[in-house]
């Protein structure tokens, strides 16, 4: 069990460009979530999967942010047209089936800069 | 989402203990109290939750008040890898964890 991956771990674009992220959960780990964050700042909630299925958005997820887990395995996280704003570190996150409650393992982050 | 307030930042000497508190006067009674602890240029890492009674795993303990409107995380003996902003959360049958600003626990050597 290597944890929970994501890819790039550093990410650096233009503003305007479309990036995207990528999370390798745990494997098994049916639930998986992004949250991003800002210098100085606690984790924010963006989005949760369970298998597939997206189940809860925040209003942070402006109609920019796009996730998908297709096959209930990875996720991935795009941002169209980037802005100064942003510029944060994305965190994702996963836990086990069967337990409410249960732990989440979160993954080293990607960190994107908006240039 | 209930919130939970923490003190900005605490100082502890190594190897002494250190007691983190949190402030949750606004929990429900099915709320779990979760801590996570941030090292730098890490993500968060899980050290331990709990519903009503105390809890203690290898990391640290985790002392709820009886009305549950707070709670103290114990670390026994303080080690400089322990220094991190530690995450009190509340969290209902969900993984939407609302993370608030945190403590930020400097430990000297």
């Known amino acids: 069990d290597t944890g929970v991956s994501q890819d790039p771990r550093h990410k650096i674009t233009k503003r305007g460009q479309n990036v995207t992220f990528r999370c390798d959960p745990i494997?098994?780990?049916?639930?998986l979530y992004w949250y991003r964050q800002t210098l100085g700042q606690g984790p924010e909630f963006l989005t949760y999967?369970?298998?597939?299925?997206?189940?809860?958005k925040s209003r942070l997820l402006s109609d920019r942010f796009s996730a998908e887990r297709p096959k209930g395995s990875f996720s991935t996280l795009e941002i169209q047209r980037t802005e100064q704003g942003d510029s944060a570190m994305y965190l994702c996150?996963?836990?086990?089936?069967?337990?409410?409650?249960?732990?989440?393992?979160f993954g080293q982050g990607t960190r994107l800069t908006v240039v | 989402d209930a919130k939970t307030t923490q003190p900005n930042s605490m100082e502890s000497n190594e190897e002494e203990p250190v007691h983190l508190p949190c402030n949750h006067s606004?929990?429900?009674?099915?709320?779990?109290i979760h801590w996570y602890r941030q090292l730098p240029s890490q993500g968060p890492e899980y050290v331990i939750h709990?519903?009503?009674s105390n809890v203690n795993n290898r990391m640290a303990s985790l002392a709820i008040a009886e009305d549950r409107k707070s709670s103290t995380l114990i670390l026994h003996r303080a080690t400089l890898r322990d220094a991190a902003v530690y995450y009190c959360?509340?969290?209902?049958?969900?993984?939407?964890?609302?993370f608030g600003p945190g403590t930020r626990l400097s430990v000297l050597p």
């Open positions: 999967f369970q298998n597939e299925a997206q189940l809860e």
């Open positions: 996150a996963s836990s086990p089936p069967g337990r409410i409650n249960t732990e989440a393992f």
């Open positions: 959360i509340l969290s209902n049958y969900g993984q939407n964890f609302v």
């Open positions: 606004t929990i429900s009674g099915t709320d779990y």
């Open positions: 494997s098994e780990h049916n639930r």
């Open positions: 709990g519903l009503t």
